[in-house]
């Protein structure tokens, strides 16, 4: 019994284990079934542009490998051409990641697609997964300002205060203006102590027909600024803005430009528009005049003046219109002025019938005063460059403003090299004229608004400035005036940098003491 049981369990275990066929035979098996692996896709780099050159090698208007920085990594790519090159046409060399690059909707290849790089380019890389991102290629040409080109013929120079030479003008506008080419011109020297005392010269260019030119109206005469003494290129730029906030008639417009005379580098330049009658200036029509407060010396031998009756200071030069000693215009205008400044002077000065009041624009004379008083422009107090408009029938208006490469403290020869003690309120007729409460507050209430505006003043001296960031270098590689002592500088400092913080810093002290001292009044 026993035995039987023994051989059924070892039946059963041979069974159960598969065992005593090598065939398998009669024995039923499970499939084995293996399940696909679900698929890993591999991740997608974004799109991004890493490298951006501009190679000599492809571009034969280069002598050199041109690199732009993005080491802020804010998607600009910088960078500036270190000479007066076109960059209409140029070849890029760039490193991406992603599937393609363009520019607008054209496909971009490295070292072979060709741009205009005039304004600033936006490259748009993607990815395979449709990703994308935008660069903007910043490329500045030169120093970034308009290029004037002036050619006179047969490269005559331009020698003489007295004697056009002719020519023609073009301007590469860049991103500022807008191109002009071969307008004929012809071309002067011009101004006073800046044509004889200084190597970078100042011109007048008078157009054949009227133009805009760098933006501005529509004329003929326009004047090229050296800004020679003045280093930081800036004071009568920023004199002009004072104006545009003021209650005068009309101020000076003016444009920075690179100025290349006969192919030669010249500087930079302020251009801007010159003090006359006309529609886009003083507007005064066929009847008004322009009047120029100035001494004999700085006459032309052609002017048509007249003395001042009260002061041995200035005379009164008729800049518009072109007149005779003896004609009836002439004693119109000459008559008017007198009766002007023998009422200043008078015993009943301050009569509202028969005193001053009755001959000025007082919001003029106020506005005037204060910018030239608040720059401590040196001329300003009696020597030239001082303008008086008037139409018949109507009151004497002060201004335009003009000539302020001297203020601010860039003088040594006077008083107006520093930031306290009043200076244009000795000029013979303001002397006078503070001698009214009335006119001195409107002068006090009229301060408060030019304070109010001190800020808006400090950082467009600082726009400029960066502005000419490039220019500023250029110009004095040409000239080498930083650093150095140049006529009537009286201090001098090390960098351009340090030339602008001075101007703030002059400027900032001269409005404490300016309200200090007008509150005192």
Request: proline content about 3%; cysteine-free.
């Given at each position: 019994m026993l035995h039987k049981t023994l051989l059924v369990i070892c039946i059963f275990l041979l069974s159960a284990c598969g065992g005593g066929s090598s065939s398998g035979a009669g024995v039923a098996r499970e499939p084995v079934i293996e399940q696909p692996a679900t698929p890993i896709e591999e991740p997608v780099e974004a799109p991004t542009l890493s490298q951006f050159t501009f190679s000599a090698a492809n571009n034969a208007q280069l002598s050199e490998d041109i690199s732009l920085d993005n080491t802020e990594n804010n998607?600009?790519?910088?960078?500036?051409?270190?000479?007066?090159t076109a960059v209409n046409e140029l070849v890029?060399?760039?490193?991406?990641?992603?599937?393609?690059?363009?520019?607008g909707n054209v496909s971009q290849e490295s070292e072979t697609s060709i741009n205009d790089f005039t304004e600033t380019v936006v490259y748009t890389v993607a990815n395979s997964a449709g990703t994308t991102a935008s660069y903007t290629v910043d490329l500045t040409k030169f120093t970034g300002l308009p290029v004037i080109y002036l050619n006179t013929d047969q490269g005559a120079p331009i020698d003489s205060k007295d004697d056009y030479v002719t020519g023609n003008v073009s301007v590469d506008g860049g991103r500022n203006s807008a191109d002009l080419s071969d307008l004929e011109m012809k071309i002067r020297g011009r101004g006073n102590s800046t044509w004889y005392l200084h190597p970078k010269q100042p011109f007048q260019m008078k157009l054949d027909d009227k133009a805009e030119f760098l933006g501005m109206p529509r004329d003929k005469k326009w004047l090229f600024l050296?800004?020679?003494?003045?280093?930081?290129?800036?004071?009568?730029?920023?004199?002009?803005?004072?104006?545009y906030l003021s209650n005068l008639a009309w101020t000076p417009q003016g444009r920075f430009a690179e100025v290349y005379i006969n192919d030669q580098y010249n500087g930079t330049y302020n251009i801007t528009q010159k003090v006359e009658e006309s529609d886009n200036r003083v507007a005064l029509g066929d009847t008004g005049y322009l009047?120029?407060?100035?001494?004999?010396?700085?006459?032309?031998?052609?002017d048509v003046y007249f003395d001042s009756v009260i002061t041995d200071r200035f005379l009164i030069n008729i800049k518009d219109p072109n007149l005779e000693f003896d004609s009836a215009e002439y004693s119109y205008i000459k008559d008017l002025l007198e009766?002007?400044?023998?009422a200043l002077y008078g015993p009943n000065f301050l009569s509202a019938t028969v005193g001053y009041a009755q001959y000025i624009d007082m919001d003029s004379f106020v506005d005037w005063y204060l910018i030239n008083e608040i720059t401590k422009n040196t001329d300003s107090?009696?020597?030239?460059?001082?303008?008086?408009?008037?139409?018949?029938?109507?009151?004497i208006n002060m201004g335009p403003l003009w000539d302020f490469d001297l203020s601010f403290g860039n003088v040594d020869y006077s008083p107006a090299e520093y930031t306290d003690g009043f200076w244009v309120k000795f000029h013979p007729w303001y002397e006078r004229l503070f001698q009214d409460p009335v006119f001195v507050e409107k002068v006090k209430a009229r301060f408060l608004y030019f304070k109010q505006n001190q800020d808006f003043i400090l950082n467009k001296i600082d726009d400029y400035a960066q502005q000419l960031q490039?220019?500023?270098?250029?110009?004095?590689?040409k000239w080498q005036t930083i650093g150095l002592t140049v006529w009537p500088n009286p201090i001098v400092f090390d960098t351009y940098q340090e030339e602008v913080d001075h101007l703030k810093a002059w400027y900032n002290d001269r409005m404490v003491w300016l309200e200090i001292a007008f509150s005192e009044l």
């Open positions: 998607g600009v790519f910088l960078g500036r051409l270190l000479t007066n890029a060399s760039f490193e991406f990641t992603g599937s393609s690059v363009t520019v050296a800004e020679y003494s003045d280093k930081t290129l800036l004071r009568n730029k920023i004199t002009f803005e004072m104006g009047l120029e407060l100035d001494q004999l010396e700085r006459l032309d031998p052609d009766d002007f400044e023998t107090q009696s020597w030239s460059s001082m303008f008086v408009n008037v139409m018949p029938g109507e009151r490039w220019a500023q270098q250029e110009n004095d590689s």
